[in-house]
């Protein structure tokens, strides 16, 4: 058995996994959801200490602690690596950052918005159409689902984390998993393993599915959280 703490992106609430926890518990395992700061002032710094919270203070009583990062959670998730015993962190759709980089910095510095038109023209899609939630993140959810996400309002990460510099020299010692979704329109698979590849130096795994892989593909993300991969090593940060 594992723990499996179960980080969200940008819109921070833990009901992103919930159709994830249930399929982890089926197999075995226990499973913290985060949630994570509302506060608009809260930065790198906050949001870690959110995830160190919800882990609780019997983290190392935990078996098999494994830490899962979605999407701008890849800033603040190897934050956490120095505060608890983690076995392993495992990013999913993520942001990689380079030392001193900021989450806002990061979309210029990586090629996103070139990658993302290139992987919309290759699609037929309007490579010059402006961010939609919907085409963007929603395109390959389940229509019910989508309807509970969009009934739940607004929520989105604080200015903060996206203004300061990531402050970690290089990527923690913990073994790392990358797992992306074949269908990502905002992050592509291609652009993906060009990012890990150049910062982390780790393979990227890919499945079906597209950026909300936890709600379009939580059957198969599941099993693959858990399936043993080759083995996780620590990565080697090239940036």
């Given at each position: 058995m594992s723990t499996y703490a179960l980080v969200p992106g940008a819109d921070g609430r833990a009901w992103y996994w919930h159709l994830v926890v249930p399929e982890l518990r089926r197999r075995g395992h226990d499973v913290v959801a985060v949630d994570l700061p509302a506060d608009a002032s809260a930065?790198?710094?906050?949001?870690?200490?959110?995830?160190?919270?919800?882990?609780?203070?019997?983290?190392?009583?935990?078996?098999?602690l494994v830490l899962v990062a979605q999407s701008l959670a890849g800033?603040?998730?190897?934050?956490?690596?120095?505060?608890?015993?983690?076995?392993?962190?495992?990013?999913?759709?993520?942001?990689?950052?380079?030392?001193?980089?900021?989450?806002?910095?990061?979309?210029?510095?990586?090629?996103?918005?070139?990658a993302r038109a290139a992987f919309a023209a290759q699609q037929g899609r309007d490579p010059e159409a402006p961010f939609d939630l919907l085409t963007d993140f929603f395109h390959d959810v389940p229509a019910d689902v989508t309807a509970e996400?969009?009934?739940?309002?607004?929520?989105?990460?604080s200015e903060a984390l996206f203004a300061e510099p990531w402050p970690l020299r290089e990527w923690p010692d913990v073994p790392t998993r990358f797992l992306q979704g074949r269908e990502d329109r905002f992050f592509p698979l291609a652009f993906q393993r060009r990012v890990v590849g150049e910062r982390l130096g780790v393979p990227v795994e890919d499945m079906p599915g597209g950026h909300l892989?936890?709600?379009?593909?939580?059957?198969e993300l599941a099993e693959l959280l858990c399936r043993e991969a080759p083995p996780p090593r620590s990565p080697t940060h090239r940036a």
């Amino acid at each position: 058995m594992s723990t499996y703490a179960l980080v969200p992106g940008a819109d921070g609430r833990a009901w992103y996994w919930h159709l994830v926890v249930p399929e982890l518990r089926r197999r075995g395992h226990d499973v913290v959801a985060v949630d994570l700061p509302a506060d608009a002032s809260a930065g790198l710094a906050e949001h870690a200490d959110a995830v160190v919270r919800a882990i609780g203070d019997e983290a190392e009583a935990r078996a098999g602690l494994v830490l899962v990062a979605q999407s701008l959670a890849g800033f603040f998730a190897p934050l956490v690596c120095a505060r608890v015993p983690l076995d392993q962190l495992i990013l999913v759709n993520a942001m990689v950052p380079a030392p001193g980089e900021t989450a806002g910095e990061w979309w210029a510095a990586t090629g996103q918005a070139e990658a993302r038109a290139a992987f919309a023209a290759q699609q037929g899609r309007d490579p010059e159409a402006p961010f939609d939630l919907l085409t963007d993140f929603f395109h390959d959810v389940p229509a019910d689902v989508t309807a509970e996400a969009l009934s739940q309002g607004e929520a989105g990460p604080s200015e903060a984390l996206f203004a300061e510099p990531w402050p970690l020299r290089e990527w923690p010692d913990v073994p790392t998993r990358f797992l992306q979704g074949r269908e990502d329109r905002f992050f592509p698979l291609a652009f993906q393993r060009r990012v890990v590849g150049e910062r982390l130096g780790v393979p990227v795994e890919d499945m079906p599915g597209g950026h909300l892989l936890a709600l379009s593909r939580p059957v198969e993300l599941a099993e693959l959280l858990c399936r043993e991969a080759p083995p996780p090593r620590s990565p080697t940060h090239r940036a």
